[in-house]
């Protein structure tokens, strides 16, 4: 995660300057307890306050004539318009004039990398996001309870041994997990794994699906193994805290135990990274106006984040379809 580093930030002192600078992409942290509704709130608050603290455009400047004292003259006068002024009409930035809008939900319990589009970024947030980028999570399981929603936030329901498992154990399941889903999304397509032409769908990237409630998970395997606690790497696309959940759950099952999610925290989002995220202290308008940069080199870098050329379901069906029909 990037601290406000000096090198990057240009200081601007007119709120004018600021705010025409606020239209791209941001990469932020978001810690866990907070809702993404929340977290963008917040966002567009700190923006509002840093924007007011600015120097901003003063009050507008109206003209009245009066009668001079012998009446023959008048006397024209301009003075501040009390209408125009912030003690009227309140600060000159306010929130609902900012556009935030999230690229990836992650939920209240998911701590982790976010991107959210600010006014006229709006479209390229939501284009990240229809494109269903490869998300990466370290997931913390806990082996011997189970709890009613699979999270440790909630009453537990059962409880089981777990001195039999091993690493081993885990390592495998995982793999057969990994295979599973590397079968189901060519079935999904509509291509035997065994073909060709399965081989030249893999040779152009990982499949997407076209409906984002399917969930894939690409990768999957143990990256620490303290009973009763485990953490696991997991490589998905169009997946969800709830999902991530049962998979615990799950794991927790085919092990011959009881399993629940203590911790969920995506580390990477396409090629946005911890590296390129911004803890909520740095929220603010300065560090903001520089991530906008630094997101932007790295869309500029990799342009297939936007414009996805690699196959999808939909695409793939489309195509047997018409082999069909032929």
């Not at 307890?33 to 455009?57: A, E, H, K, Y």
């Amino acid at each position: 995660m990037i601290s406000a580093r000096k090198s990057y930030i240009k200081t601007v002192s007119s709120a004018q300057k600021a705010w025409s600078l606020l239209n791209g992409v941001i990469c932020v942290y978001k810690p866990s307890g907070l809702t993404v509704n929340q977290t963008r709130l917040t966002i567009m608050s700190n923006l509002c306050r840093d924007l007011n603290d600015m120097n901003v455009r003063p009050a507008r400047k109206r003209v009245t004539i009066e009668p001079s004292s012998d009446y023959s003259k008048y006397l024209i006068k301009t003075q501040t318009d009390l209408a125009d002024h912030t003690l009227v009409v309140g600060e000159r930035y306010q929130p609902t004039d900012i556009i935030v809008s999230a690229s990836n939900h992650l939920g209240k319990l998911t701590s982790g990398v976010m991107l959210f589009g600010i006014n006229k970024g709006v479209k390229y947030a939501t284009w990240l996001r229809n494109n269903r980028p490869i998300r990466v999570y370290h997931v913390t399981g806990k082996f011997g309870k189970s709890t009613e929603t699979h999270f440790n936030d909630s009453p537990i329901t059962a409880q089981a041994t777990f001195d039999h498992i091993h690493v081993g154990k885990m390592n495998s399941l995982l793999a057969s997990l990994q295979a599973s889903h590397q079968r189901k999304m060519f079935e999904l397509c509509g291509v035997d794994p065994q073909s060709q032409a399965a081989y030249e769908l893999a040779k152009m990237g990982p499949i997407r699906p076209a409906n984002a409630t399917i969930p894939l998970i690409y990768s999957a395997r143990c990256i620490e193994f303290k009973r009763p606690y485990f953490t696991i790497e997991i490589h998905a696309c169009s997946e969800s805290e709830n999902y991530l959940g049962i998979l615990i759950h799950e794991i927790g099952i085919d092990l011959k135990s009881l399993a629940h999610c203590t911790q969920i925290r995506c580390i990477r989002q396409s090629f946005f990274t911890l590296e390129d995220a911004l803890v909520k202290r740095h929220w603010n308008v300065e560090t903001i106006i520089a991530n906008m940069k630094r997101c932007k080199d790295i869309m500029n870098k990799h342009p297939e984040m936007l414009k996805q050329n690699n196959p999808n379901l939909r695409n793939m069906e489309e195509k047997n379809n018409k082999e069909k029909t032929q």
